[in-house]
T-cell receptor, first 113, second 116 residues
Framework: QQQVKQSPQSLIVQKGGISIINCAYE??????FPWYQQFPGKGPALLIA?????SEKKEGRFTISFNKSAKQFSLHIMDSQPGDSATYFC????????????FGGGTRLMVKP | GAVVSQHPSRVICKSGTSVKIECRSL??????MFWYRQFPKKSLMLMAT?????????EQGVEKDKFLINHASLTLSTLTVTSAHPEDSSFYIC????????????FGPGTRLTVL
């Protein structure tokens, strides 16, 4: 059972454009929603994370939007740059569950110059 | 802070040999360490969870005798792939969590294993 569904699988955006990646979850017990960025041959790095008590969190060009009723959250990358080209994973976890993360399938983002 | 290292970054071995991968938390004591496997263009697949001084908890379908995990200290966990075969070739990634930072995991840079 895939508990976190991520879309699209791949995304091509022009430099300066907005990249939007969406995730939907099923388990209402999830209470932590991080996004990870992974470059080829490297481990994932935490980009930004949100908890369900807020609907939006912004850090620089990266924004998470969270819709608790719809059980959806999304990552927006403003002013996308070629250096943002990477694979992005959303994830979810629940407190007191041993810090285990459930990952989405990933989105390969390519930002064209 | 919260840096995790892995060694080696790449390893090539012959079929039938065993390979050990180390995962270290460099600037913190890890309450829990996790081992993932990642196939090309795929998501991370959790293999096992380990706590210092106790046996690892393996995910369904992961052979515990094939993938031996030892978590001897609060800063070191090792994954040994025993009697490796070409189908074990993959990207192995560890992560660690620490007390006071609930839910968060800090990932290592990964180890590329190629079995010939």
């Amino acid at each position: 059972q895939q508990q976190v569904k991520q879309s699209p699988q791949s995304l091509i955006v022009q430099k300066g454009g907005i990249s939007i990646i969406n995730c939907a979850y099923e388990n209402t017990a999830f209470d932590y929603f991080p996004w990870y960025q992974q470059f080829p041959g490297k481990g994932p790095a935490l980009l930004i994370a949100i908890r369900p008590d807020v609907s939006e969190k912004k850090e620089g060009r990266f924004t998470i939007s969270f819709n608790k009723s719809a059980k959806q959250f999304s990552l927006h990358i403003m002013d996308s740059q070629p250096g943002d080209s990477a694979t992005y994973f959303c994830a979810a976890s629940k407190l007191n569950a041993g810090n285990m993360l459930t990952f989405g399938g990933g989105t390969r983002l390519m930002v064209k110059p | 802070g919260a840096v995790v290292s892995q060694h080696p970054s790449r390893v090539i071995c012959k079929s039938g040999t065993s390979v050990k991968i180390e995962c270290r938390s460099l600037d913190f004591q890890a309450t829990t360490m996790f081992w993932y496997r990642q196939f090309p263009k795929k998501s991370l697949m959790l293999m096992a969870t380990s706590n210092e001084g106790s046996k690892a908890t393996y995910e369904q379908g992961v052979e515990k005798d094939k993938f031996l995990i030892n978590h001897a200290s609060l800063t070191l966990s090792t994954l040994t792939v025993t009697s490796a075969h070409p189908e074990d070739s993959s990207f192995y990634i560890c992560s660690a969590s620490l007390a006071g930072r609930p839910n968060e995991q800090f990932f290592g840079p990964g180890t590329r294993l190629t079995v010939l």
